[in-house]
């Protein structure tokens, strides 16, 4: 169970163009999902928060209007990365959360997906 | 200075050998205590979850400890193998339900070698 599945694993783009990943929760509802950057060596950091119908709430220094967040659906967040540079090129994971199992609070990784800007 | 410090950056181990990784944190209080495992490229998979009233827990070959008052926990790897190559996570998460703000360690990055 807790399964994140994350689409696609990797992409190679085009500098200028846009990118969409989506991030799903198979065998549970995720009430929030959260999504990560990681560059080599380096931890995870934290991008942004997302609430199932709620605008996401962004860390700072993360520019809104270049990472575009959407959680339309309890199984289902997209992270699109507009006007791609690259200097976006990194590891994108998103994690998600169920209130239900609140106990521990637990975050359920994806597999991550590797984007590279030409 | 990153409130979750993590050490050693890197360790080289024969396979069937032991080894402890540690994790030293100044965010207080926190709700739990997590470790995970990372394989290269692919997202990380919890290992151990702990409260702060918790000093133990296990998950097979791995056993994790907190010691709140020194504010450091470890994780230990018992007859390692080479799967266990990978890097390895501490996690704080804050209260009071913790969830939404984690603060991720610097990790550990294990190589198992035969």
Request: charged share 15%; net charge neutral; hydrophobic share 30%.
């Amino acid at each position: 169970g807790a399964v994140v599945s994350q689409h696609p694993s990797w992409v190679i783009c085009k500098s200028g163009t846009s990118v969409k990943i989506e991030c799903r929760s198979l065998d549970f509802q995720a009430t929030t999902m959260f999504w990560y950057r990681q560059f080599p060596k380096q931890s995870l950091m934290l991008m942004a928060t997302s609430n199932e119908g709620s605008k996401a709430t962004y860390e700072q220094g993360v520019e809104k209007d270049k990472f575009l967040i959407n959680h339309a659906s309890l199984t289902l967040s997209t992270l699109t990365v507009t006007s791609a540079h690259p200097e976006d090129s990194s590891f994108y994971i998103c994690s998600a959360s169920e209130i239900a199992g609140v106990s521990y609070n637990e975050q359920f990784f994806g597999p991550g997906t590797r984007l590279t800007v030409l | 200075k990153n409130q979750v410090e993590q050490s050693p950056q890197s360790l080289i181990i024969l396979e069937g050998k032991n080894c402890t990784l540690q994790c030293n944190y100044t965010v207080s209080p926190f709700s739990n205590l997590r470790w995970y495992k990372q394989d290269t490229g692919r997202g990380p998979v919890s290992l151990t979850i702990m409260t702060f009233s918790e000093n133990t827990k296990s998950n097979g070959r791995y056993t994790a400890t907190l010691d709140a008052d020194t504010k450091q926990s470890s994780l230990h790897i018992t007859a390692s193998q080479l799967s266990d190559s990978a890097s390895y996570i501490c996690v704080v998460s804050l209260p009071p339900g913790g969830y939404q703000k984690v603060t991720f360690g610097t990790g550990t990055k294990l190589q198992v070698i035969p």
